[in-house]
């Protein structure tokens, strides 16, 4: 049963005069609930905070949010946690009130395991039409700006199709809908730079920081579709599914290899256990 | 007093599920009230109705709520309304729930009429920092992901400055943060395309309507800083304040002109009243 707390306080409605409602001025994060824990709660602690710290909004109210977290994740075996922290209410027009107040909204539900083919056999993904737009201002961090995933995710009904990759104006790879792209070459595991967009993905920080163990050379490096012809290996992350190999974008198979499962171990040990399925 | 009606019904809030909180997946328009009447509201729904189709959102409720701010503008004299339609509820994910059912959200309040001065002696803008990103799929749409329009307005305290442009990111002026924005040089009028980027104003497409019979020959077409040095006038443009010229853009000071004084006139014509101030 989802439930919710505004402000520490039980509540299934915020006020309507919101600036996260009137102009997604805000952020969040989704933590993943796993026995009753939440999964990496520092790390999105510390991503909420830098984040607030990048909009000008006070992030006093994170810690509250983290024992929150804490608080409703007892009653999850397998579940997911979203915090949102909004700039709150003010008066009209897009100045930031003199006064902020913002405002902590943190929820929890049950989530659905993904289905174990997924990580035993990879998904397929698809390109999206719509683009991701580019802003060094608001790059990498996950507002509450997300129309465009929204009109990226309602592109296509096809349920084979388990994820679709964006682009960016230049023709390059910047993310999934909802996850963080990476691509593995000999030795070399690449994954987007955050420069102009994407969302700095809290699995992807994970993956990045394990590599080294599974001697891979890691760095930031665009990606154009093209190039997929010529990578070994292909998978998408996020703080609720770990890895998830890919064995098709568009009509290009991809082999699901050995160094995707040796990064999928190197998660298992740090606590994702989904990926030992 | 502020008063709101979600889904018709005088409320203060609205479901924290709500995707318009969530991803900002919805519209707004805001609306000017003058002596009991919203202004230019067909406009109004004929530009909500087409941006709900191009998100794929039902404009359904459009019709009621151009009713509700009928109904919610008899009791102001100056003021101005919002609307905003989101897709509603649905379970976790940016994919749009199969079965939507859209939040209407109606609301109203006195407003402040801009001082005089600005339309006697003109206004001093800025140029922004924050840029306005690119995107085709929702370019001329006033979607609830404002995010780029906070940052760019929080970047300055001078009350002598009142309004800041926004570039792109080939350094094309694209709009004010809360305003459109056009030059006159000889009887040549510019505006900003829209095909990327900006807001398809309503009062924008008044002025655009109106000035053959000022004699200026329109065009959308990109504006650089650089050309607003071969610039005869420069005028900012919203649905609540209809034309302020400019006096002063940076440090380059700008003549309030003949031109944007017939342009006035011709909105006052169209109802726009304090134009004639």
């Known amino acids: 049963v989802k439930k919710w707390l505004v402000n520490g306080m039980p509540a299934t409605s915020i006020d309507v005069a919101d600036r996260g409602l009137h102009y997604g001025d805000g952020l969040f994060e989704t933590v993943a609930l796993r026995e009753g824990r939440p999964r990496f709660l520092e790390s999105h602690a510390e991503r909420l905070s830098r984040g607030l710290h990048r909009l000008g909004i006070s992030a006093a109210g994170v810690d509250a949010a983290m024992l929150e977290v804490e608080q409703l994740a007892r009653s999850h075996t397998f579940g997911v946690a979203k915090i949102i922290i909004t700039r709150g209410g003010g008066p009209r027009g897009y100045r930031p009130p003199a006064e902020e107040e913002p405002t902590r909204i943190v929820g929890a539900d049950d989530a659905k395991p993904s289905p174990a083919e997924y990580y035993a056999q990879g998904i397929a993904l698809r390109y999206c039409e719509t683009q991701v737009s580019a802003n060094a201002a608001t790059a990498g ?132 256990k989904e990926c030992a399925r």
């Open 141 to 272: 961090l996950k507002t509450l700006n997300r129309i465009e995933q929204v009109l990226a995710r309602a592109e296509w009904d096809d349920p084979s199709i388990v994820e679709g990759l964006m682009l960016n104006d230049r023709t390059e790879i910047v993310s999934g809908t909802m996850s963080n792209v990476f691509r593995i070459s000999g030795s070399d595991l690449h994954t987007p730079p955050l420069v102009k967009s994407g969302i700095a993905g809290i699995m992807r920080a994970k993956v990045l920081e394990v590599a080294p163990s599974a001697n891979l050379r890691v760095s930031e490096a665009t990606i154009r579709p093209e190039e997929l012809r010529q990578t070994d290996e292909l998978f998408v992350t996020n703080s609720q599914i770990g890895i998830w190999p890919v064995r098709r974008i568009g009509e290009l198979k991809t082999a699901v290899g050995p160094r995707t499962r040796e990064l999928m171990q190197c998660l298992v040990a740090l606590g994702v």
